[in-house]
């Protein structure tokens, strides 16, 4: 499975969003002036998304409202859709980074930020770059 990356800049934050161009997707949010992640918006196609939070670690986590068709995913948020952190751990994350089976280094990388609450270290943004290719 391929993916691609795209990177998006406004006066708060850089985005770095990979993403296989269906659900499945990893979003990284930079804050401009510290440059320490300040979230990760982690979509697993099959399983359902999960945020990691600096300060929090892992937080929000949802399965699909409807997991047969990717066109109709929508996050169960309200109605029995919340699950546990360890639903993310055990299903979303190892499904998520199959798509990265290429790139070990990154799945590494990100793998070592979210297994953490807190993750203060400046992110060399051209290595976060070099990382999709």
């Not at 795209?6 to 990284?28: A, M, P, R």
């Not at 979509?43 to 929090?56: A, F, K, M, Q």
């Not at 980074?97 to 051209?126: A, G, T």
Request: charged residues 20%; aromatic residues 14%.
């Amino acid at each position: 499975m391929s993916y691609k990356f795209t990177k998006e800049t406004d006066e708060e934050k850089e985005i770095f969003l990979y993403s296989d161009g269906y659900d499945n997707l990893v979003k990284i949010f930079i804050n401009q002036e510290t440059k320490i992640i300040s979230t990760i918006f982690l979509s697993s196609s099959t399983y359902g998304t999960v945020y990691w939070d600096n300060g929090r670690g892992l937080i929000f986590c949802h399965s699909w409202d409807n997991p047969s068709g990717i066109a109709e995913h929508y996050p169960a948020i309200i109605q029995n859709g919340s699950k546990t952190i360890e639903y993310a751990k055990e299903c979303i994350i190892p499904d998520l980074f199959k798509m990265f089976n290429k790139n070990r280094v990154f799945v590494s990388y990100i793998i070592n930020i979210i297994v953490q609450e807190s993750f203060n270290e400046q992110v060399n943004l051209s290595l976060l770059e070099e990382l999709h290719s």
